[in-house]
């Protein structure tokens, strides 16, 4: 049912107060109003026939909320608003009601979607054009975002050979070739994408944050090492990167990338939240291959790709939470506007938050357990990609960043007491020696929560590694230290330390459309050898409808585990997805796989 709304003020001129300045506002509206805004309500009846109506919304082509449509000199909008957009896959909708603003030609339809989310389509006419929007505009808008339009919502441009998105604001004044309906189709032809269309869609959490921590921990590189000039090193390391990029065994985030060498002898390399990576160069001298390079590089973008700075940068959040409510309680006591003062302590406070985190993982780098999931990481894609033999790749720049420590008269790096880093013997064994296990097909899981999400976890890869864990100093009878990893017949260390076993699965989880957004996946029960087995995601990952993304489930416990019985048999969702920020029960019902 149309409702009309006669606003006084248009959305255009917020700022404008009443009734002070009203005969301006109306007289600007007199003066630019399209012509539905002096339509009778009677001539815009046809709008009725929208209520009711059932639609399928194509998957979203990018972030962007505004789609337009070429009307005269000028365009027609359709704004997409609601918790459900972007949409990652289609959704079927029925349209509940219709609102009309005469004021500013715009038209509202509210809407429900399959699943129970609600959202509005706003149509509104050519601000600057005489053009009235009538049911032609609102019809060619739906046919861009609706299945049922039948339209081929992609266009060329046969001058350049880039496709275009039809309700871009750009999509016209060239000459136009093939239209197609979906962009496989046309890339299998050899289309160029417009990059402005076809911007990535960012469905993480805190993104905006990470890219700014990132941004500033590349400043910080950067101030220190001026990058190499010499065009052919720069683009090796590019060229490598992208090979690693291409064949990576695990979904990507859809960061871009970018690969710097810079002028510094240690053998160092930098991964920044958000996707810089800088090489020194004296790390690209000890690498004798570009294997050792690609092994070098799947290290530093598994850091961006599990999103280890972000979850430095939250730690570093909830140990200064005290801090920062204390000085917003200062500032609302002492600032003539209370909340001005708290938000300014706010900003303040997190801004230093994230300017000593970034300073932090410029000289120090990531912690001990990170830089083993990255270790990890790095030789799930060796294996997967190159075969077992190659993972000697990574062991061997281990070993040789270990030696140089020792020649420039570094304390041994063998020692866990140097550091919260793992030591680059550690690193080099598990490199070497871990056990691993790789599926050309992934084994599949099926799993339903209460609230009736439905998820599919895929599982491509595991790896274990069986170590001992020193604890405190190894001590002998004089009460000389030595080094771990003797012969235990001479030697008993059980009471220097502990057997220990790391297990990391390699999955990625894909949500239906009936998933809640926000919700956190954290933790997962995997049945093993008749055993059920907690592994824990712990970056506690976000997963929105029709979405899929990658994650690496960790379990670490005492002894030592055969790598035999770590075969999943079934798996189950152990309670721990929630909402964000809410409490949630789920079902903890067990799935055999699917394939």
Known sequence: MIRPSRSSIPRRYPGVAMPKRLALVLLLLAAASPAIASKPEGELSWLNAYAGRHYTLRASVNA??????????????????????????????????????????????TFTSEHGDKGELVFAAPWNSSETMGQAQVDGLLALVTEEGGVAPFLVNAEANVLHFKGSNHAGGFAVGAEYQDVASAQADGVKLCTACFAPIHLLPDYEKEVALGRRVAVEVRSAYPAVTDD????????????????????????????????????????????????HDGLLDLCESDVELEAVLAHEISHVEMRHGLRQLRSAEKAANAGVFASIVVAAATASQGAEGAGVAVAAGMAAVIATTATELALAGYSRDMEMESDAAAVHYLVRTAGEADRRHLARILAKLEYHEGCRGDAWSGDPRVSDHPPNTVRSDFAANAETMFFDEPMTFAFTTDDGGHYELDIVGICHHAYFEPQGQLVYEDQQAYEFGLDEGHYDYSQYGTNRS???????????????RGMEFKDMDLQMDGAWLKFDNKEDTTLYPNAEVSMVLVRRQK??????????????????????????????GASDPLR
């Open 64 to 109: 962007n909320r505004f789609v337009f449509l070429p009307v005269v000199h000028d365009l027609a909008t359709l704004e997409l608003k609601g918790e459900l957009f972007p949409l990652m896959g289609p959704e079927a909708i029925v349209v509940r009601d219709v609102d009309l603003d005469l004021d500013r030609a715009m038209a509202t339809f």
């Open 559 to 588: 002894g030592l585990v055969s790598f035999n019985s770590l075969v999943p048999a079934q798996v189950r969702h152990s309670g721990q997805a929630q909402e964000a920020g809410k409490g949630g029960k789920v079902k903890k």
């Open 232 to 279: 052919a090193v720069q683009r090796r390391v590019r060229e490598v990167g992208h090979r690693v990029l291409e064949h990576w065994p695990l979904p990507l985030r859809g960061y871009q990338y970018r690969f710097t060498v810079v002028e510094s002898a240690e053998p160092n390399a930098s991964a920044c939240p958000g996707g810089w990576i800088f090489v």
């Open 502 to 516: 790391d297990t990391r699965i390699f999955a990625s989880v894909r949500a239906g459309a009936g998933v809640q």
